[in-house]
């Protein structure tokens, strides 16, 4: 076994475990919180933490190497110690909680299905060079971390910073290497996994829930979403955070916090928050809670006063984003490039017709994969991948899909629908409809532009529906847990035929990434020193299952008993 995949293998279990005991650590003591839900926050509070050296760094101008590493060790060190003085205040029969809350089976499943599923995606991205489409990958882990390494502070002006913030801080605490960011995304943007395996047990039962949390550990797209170097299932996280603190805990301090990083994350975590703040004034009216509706409109800027000042002092506005201009794009989004007067005019200047075909379009799109079926008749394969994940058929796997169809066709049968589905309808059908107002020029779907957190609302549904149906059918009731595996399975097909689709044209997208991409910085696809180059490539394929295995056996050894497996299984399917 080689010193490159010892290196790869042990950064990524570091990687881990130090991205969620300082969050941990933070939320350990609050009454307020079960222990699932301390753990489902702790990741976004390790990142909170980590963007406080950095900040310190850029405002004083200190020098990276020595001063991040040195605070982040400082914070870190204060927060254990805090955290051990009030263990140690504690009576003589609570001194054993910490020891107890990690004892909780349920807590032991979903750490040991999360930690399975990071060092899946781990292994995977050592089977790929790179992302093999878009620039945003490129942007997020090459272009600006390179420039704030440089001391140069000017943020992206399209997209908000954190991300590429996060992968600057990884880069310095464990080197400058582009497999570190892989490593990084391949948890960062699994992340959701928590929030929604809480929200789907809240709201449908414990059952509801586990399921979920395998289908989605299995969807094609968000395996896809995670090796892709980029932040929107990282903003899915903060946004499923944000419902879940919002709709089930009712803890408004925390929504507002979290829907602050969503935003910070990506932009698109506005049509989120949009759609929570328009949801509440519709149903809930009375003057009080419309005072508390606005004292978190006011906490949710004041959050986000450092970057509005940031790009005042860069760009001398506070959102300089072009995004703003995407509504009046007819053709395509390189038009919001052109001077806003020139982009208002040219959309003044188009029929009407024009802009509500584009919208229509883009919804029938994002619903039926029109264009992937015109790739296959075609021979066209280019853009396949891509494309379809664009819509709801490919994002949630083609029997999910038409599970959630049937659940929506039971719903409007009935003439009430239960207040916790109405919830979670609302938040993928309201963001749903403002990003078709908004996207103005042609696209292939939705989907993978705003609507990732909808992806496992929707799987919810699916996998609610698909245990009323095991219910129904008596005979099949006691054998549940196969209506689940059938599922896990096709899932599992579906997303192996599209690894192969990505292997095929993975060399033969080469050149297009070469020319579109690294010609503005100097750099080569070579330069990238990518997961699979540090551990051997396909040569070292066999050597990289080893540690794979060896990992999932240790914990699995160490966190979990064979009864406590059982009898959590037992009673979750």
Request: proline share 5%; hydrophobic share 55%; net charge positive.
């Amino acid at each position: 076994m080689s010193l490159g995949i010892l290196t790869y293998w042990a950064t990524s279990v570091i990687i881990y475990f130090f991205c969620i005991i300082p969050g941990f650590l933070l939320v350990y003591s609050s009454s307020s919180f079960n222990v699932i839900e301390k753990f489902m926050m702790s990741i976004g509070f390790s990142f909170a933490i980590f963007i406080i050296p950095l900040s310190i760094v850029a405002i004083f101008h200190l020098a990276f190497w020595l001063w991040i590493p040195l605070l982040t060790l400082c914070i870190i060190g204060l927060i254990t110690f805090i955290t051990f003085l009030r263990i140690k205040k504690q009576s003589q029969s609570d001194k054993h909680s910490f020891i107890a809350i990690l004892n909780v089976p349920e807590l032991k499943i979903v750490f040991l299905l999360f930690f399975v599923q990071f060092i899946s995606k781990v292994f995977l991205a050592t089977l790929l060079n790179h992302p093999v489409l878009g620039a945003d990958w490129f942007r997020y882990t090459i272009v600006y971390p390179s420039n704030y390494l440089d001391h140069n502070w000017t943020p992206s002006q399209d997209r908000t910073p954190f991300f590429d913030l996060l992968i600057t801080f990884f880069y310095v605490m464990f080197g400058n290497n582009f497999w570190i960011a892989q490593i990084f995304s391949c948890l960062a943007n699994s992340a959701l996994l928590l929030p929604a395996y809480s929200i789907a047990s809240k709201f449908f039962g414990r059952k509801v829930g586990v399921t979920t949390f395998l289908l989605l550990i299995v969807n094609p797209y968000l395996i896809e979403n995670a090796l892709y170097t980029w932040a929107k299932n990282l903003t899915a996280y903060f946004v499923l955070l944000m419902f879940y603190f919002l709709f089930c805990k009712k803890n408004y301090l925390f929504s507002v916090f979290f829907s602050a990083f969503a935003f910070l994350s990506h932009p698109y975590a506005l049509f989120y928050i949009a759609s929570a703040t328009l949801f509440l004034l519709i149903t809930r009216k009375s003057r009080f809670f419309q005072k508390k509706l606005l004292y978190g409109l006011l906490l949710f800027a004041l959050l986000l006063t450092p970057y509005f000042v940031w790009n005042t002092i860069v760009f001398g506005s506070l959102l300089p984003s072009r995004l703003i201009y995407y509504p009046f794009a007819t053709q395509y989004y390189t038009e919001v490039y052109t001077t806003p007067y020139a982009l208002i005019r040219s959309f003044f200047n188009t029929s009407l017709i024009v802009p509500v075909r584009n919208r229509l379009l883009n919804i029938i799109r994002s619903l039926i994969p029109i264009q992937v079926v015109g790739y296959l008749i075609t021979g066209n394969y280019r853009f396949l991948l891509w494309h379809f994940y664009h819509t709801y058929p490919g994002a949630l796997t083609l029997f999910l899909y038409l599970l959630v169809i049937m659940k929506l066709l039971r719903l409007s049968k009935t003439r009430s629908i239960i207040s916790n589905e109405l919830k979670l309808l609302s938040f993928v059908f309201l963001p749903f409809f403002l990003t078709a107002v908004y996207w103005g020029y042609p696209e292939a779907g939705f989907v993978r532009q705003t609507l990732q957190p909808t992806v496992p609302l929707l799987i919810m549904f699916a996998t609610n529906e698909l245990h009323f149906y095991a219910k129904k059918f008596s005979a099949w009731n006691h054998k549940l847990v196969l209506f689940q595996v059938f599922p896990l399975f096709l899932s599992g097909i579906e997303g192996w035929i599209f690894g192969k689709v990505i292997s095929r044209f993975e060399e033969f997208e080469t050149p297009f990434i070469d020319l579109q991409l690294f010609q503005e910085t100097g750099l080569h696809l070579s330069d990238l020193y990518s997961a699979k180059l540090l551990t051997g490539g396909p040569q070292g394929l066999l050597w990289n299952i080893i540690p794979l295995c060896l990992m999932v056996f240790i914990v699995l050894a160490i966190f979990v008993k064979e009864k406590e497996i059982g009898g959590f299984l037992r009673s979750a399917l």
